[in-house]
């Protein structure tokens, strides 16, 4: 059992920046590979950003590469997202989430414990 926390969402104008957490309790949070997805209304959860148990390796969607950064502390048990350059289409309810294995996947069956999520809304 892993409980997910997302906090740091909120309202911005195109070209601003965000940047949101994910606190992490209930288990190693070290050996556990992390991830963020998000989604818009009416369309399905989609992979953004992934990183390894360590840290070491990250992963990123095509659509935030170079815009967006993730990142951890594991002696804080927190997975950080920050966004930069935001677009309108950026908007959509954030979630991180827990994988099964220490080294993440980029689709949604890869993972198990999803926190509640937060909105991120960016107006033109």
């Known amino acids: 059992q892993v409980l997910l926390v997302e906090s740091g969402g909120g309202l911005v104008q195109a070209g601003g920046s965000l940047r949101l957490s994910c606190g992490a309790s209930?288990?190693?949070?070290?050996?556990?590979?992390m991830g963020w997805f998000r989604q818009a209304p009416g369309k399905e959860r989609e992979f953004v950003a992934a990183?390894?148990?360590?840290?070491?390796?990250?992963y990123y969607a095509d659509s935030v590469k170079g815009r967006f950064t993730i990142s951890r502390d594991n002696a804080q048990n927190t997975v950080y997202l920050q966004m930069n350059s935001l677009k309108p289409e950026d908007t959509a309810v954030y979630y991180c989430?827990?994988?099964?294995?220490?080294?993440?996947?980029?689709?949604?069956?890869?993972?198990?414990?999803w926190g509640q999520g937060t909105q991120v809304t960016v107006s033109s």
């Open positions: 209930g288990r190693t949070f070290s050996n556990t590979g």
């Open positions: 989430a827990a994988a099964l294995r220490p080294i993440p996947g980029s689709l949604t069956i890869d993972y198990k414990y």
């Open positions: 990183i390894s148990w360590r840290g070491t390796s990250t």
